[in-house]
């Protein structure tokens, strides 16, 4: 069982930068893949990004890329969102997910994933 809480979320202008952060519990946090997804108000939850349990591989959503940056510390059971440049398109509720090595799954589905946090939520003002 891994248990994920999300923070960093909050008001940011357009350009701006923010750093979320996910905290797990659990012991064998270098075990598991981690990914963040996002739902604006109306939409479906949309992959952002996924990062492998060694912190080795990364895949980014084009609408991100070179913007976001994923990273984590398997010491401190913490994974990381990087958001610079944020546009008013990048408000959403951010969740991040995990799901363990183990298991062959497609990362940039929800249906990759088992566990999930509560969700941040970032607003980009115009």
């Known amino acids: 069982q891994v248990q994920l809480v999300e923070s960093g979320g909050g008001l940011v202008q357009a350009g701006g930068s923010l750093r979320l952060s996910c905290a797990a519990s659990g012991r064998t946090f270098s075990s598991y893949r981690m990914g963040w997804f996002r739902q604006a108000p109306g939409q479906e939850r949309e992959f952002v990004v996924a990062?492998?349990?060694?912190?080795?591989?990364?895949y980014y959503a084009d609408s991100v890329k070179g913007r976001f940056t994923i990273y984590r510390d398997n010491v401190k059971n913490m994974a990381y969102l990087q958001m610079n440049s944020l546009k008013p398109e990048d408000t959403a509720v951010y969740y991040c997910?995990?799901?363990?090595?183990?298991?062959?799954?497609?990362?940039?589905?929800?249906?990759?994933?088992?566990?999930w946090g509560q969700g941040t939520q970032v607003t980009v003002s115009s």
């Open positions: 997910a995990a799901r363990h090595r183990s298991v062959v799954a497609d990362i940039t589905t929800e249906g990759g994933y088992d566990y």
């Open positions: 990062i492998s349990w060694t912190g080795g591989s990364t």
